[in-house]
């Protein structure tokens, strides 16, 4: 990691432009995605074959694209000892996301008028998984889960099977979160069948979940003809840290996201300069013992930075530049900081809030804005699987009061058709 001391010579906001450059999708990226999305709206399941058995050498001729019930049911019966945890993160997902359902709503203004809020679930959900040898049941109940708390009934998934593999600990979590059918389908050719729909998979409404380079490109590109939940990039975490919890623990934090990959994004920020070098020393000591160490190592000799700043101030306008994914305040006044921060995607408060607790079990979901999005985007939540309807009920009084300023607000934009559409209610319910 690079340590960095934040003073006029140096931009944190310059800073975050270049790497925001650094995460665009490369056009030839676009154009390849582009022309698979093409040819699986033109030759439907023909186009998922060939490119299953291309990428993930799968003969779904072989196979079957549907993973059937048996398969399901038997992963189910082989993650016996898991099930409990996966029914616990279930429950504790649905519980925090209920809390911040909307509800439609009405109101009559002293017109007699009655104006609300209709929501209502999106019908059909497609959700993406990784899949192969790395297991990330996590992945499938921080999407499923908020879309039933949220009232969608109907939800397929797909995941790439490469060599047929499997695993048994998502399939077990697909059962225990309640999805319809699961597609043996990866890539950005998943994305087109779940986009456009073919003979075997279904046209959904909504597309989330993450992926790697080429998924992310293929929501970008089928948003419009689907919803999608956001365009997820390489993983990130900022701490801002006063040195009151032990560098130990920020370390082990900091590796926590490192490991994902090597594009994964790393800060530390701190006033004190004995406390930042305390944490790069337990780093390299904790870094030795990591199973995936050449893949943390990577992302923290590329993008891993310790910025010292002059007070905790300092630290939070970093923060809100960066907006970070995922926020630790490892400091001794969490809470009374809390209102510093405008942009994070999740904000984990004291010692004892670790991120890896928010990955799968404490409640609060794990699919969140990456790459600076968070100041404008937010967290997956329920929300994302409702449509808003307003509502609009015209008393004669509100007609005879509204209709004249409508007129001439149509005629002041030479929709006149408009203005007449008002006119003749007008005017005949005069009669």
């Not at 006029?8 to 990226?29: A, V």
């Not at 907006?323 to 209102?339: W, Y």
């Amino acid at each position: 990691m690079k340590i960095v001391e934040l003073n006029t010579s140096f931009s944190i906001r310059d800073f975050r432009q270049s790497w925001k450059k650094k995460q665009l999708i490369p056009k030839k990226i676009l154009k390849r995605v582009l022309d698979i999305i093409f040819d699986v709206q033109e030759r439907g399941d023909e186009a998922l074959k060939d490119y299953t058995l291309r990428f993930d050498q799968l003969d779904l001729n072989i196979t079957g694209m549907e993973i059937n019930q048996d398969e399901i049911e038997k992963a189910y019966t082989e993650s016996k000892d898991f099930i409990p945890i996966l029914e616990v993160a279930a429950q504790r997902i649905a519980t925090f996301h209920r809390h911040g359902l909307p509800q439609s709503w009405f109101f009559t203004d002293h017109y007699g008028n009655i104006l609300g809020q209709k929501i209502t679930p999106i019908e059909y959900l497609g959700v993406y998984c990784p899949g192969g040898k790395a297991a990330y049941p996590s992945t499938v109940l921080m999407n499923v889960i908020p879309a039933q708390v949220a009232g969608v009934k109907k939800i397929i998934m797909c995941v790439p099977t490469p060599k047929g593999e499997i695993s048994n600990l998502v399939l077990a979590a697909a059962k225990v979160s309640g999805i319809n059918k699961i597609f043996r389908l990866g890539g950005a050719q998943a994305i087109a069948a779940m986009a456009y729909g073919t003979e075997t998979v279904p046209k959904v409404d909504f597309i989330c979940g993450p992926g790697n380079i080429y998924v992310a490109a293929a929501k970008k590109l089928v948003f419009g003809e689907v919803g999608i939940d956001m365009v997820a990039g390489p993983s990130e975490i900022a701490i801002i840290a006063d040195g009151s919890v032990s560098a130990n623990w920020a370390a082990a934090d900091l590796l926590s996201q490192a490991e994902h990959d090597e594009m994964a994004r790393i800060f530390l920020i701190t006033p004190s300069q004995h406390y930042a070098h305390s944490v790069l020393k337990e780093i390299e000591k904790q870094l030795s013992f990591l199973p995936r160490k050449a893949i943390a190592s990577e992302a923290l000799e590329k993008q891993g930075y310790i910025f010292i700043v002059p007070d905790l101030n300092s630290a939070a306008q970093v923060v809100n530049t960066i907006a970070p994914e995922h926020l630790e305040l490892l400091i001794a006044e969490p809470l009374g900081f809390l209102e510093k921060i405008k942009h994070a995607g999740a904000i984990f408060l004291g010692p004892y809030a670790v991120e890896a607790l928010g990955d799968y079990i404490a409640g609060p979901n794990h699919t969140l804005p990456t790459g600076g999005t968070a100041r404008f985007s937010s967290v997956l939540s329920s929300e994302h699987f409702l449509k808003r309807s307003s509502l609009l009920f015209i008393s004669p009084e509100g007609l005879s009061a509204l209709g004249p300023k409508a007129i001439k607000f149509a005629q002041a934009e030479g929709l006149i058709a408009h203005a007449t559409s008002v006119k003749k209610r007008l005017e005949e319910s005069k009669d």
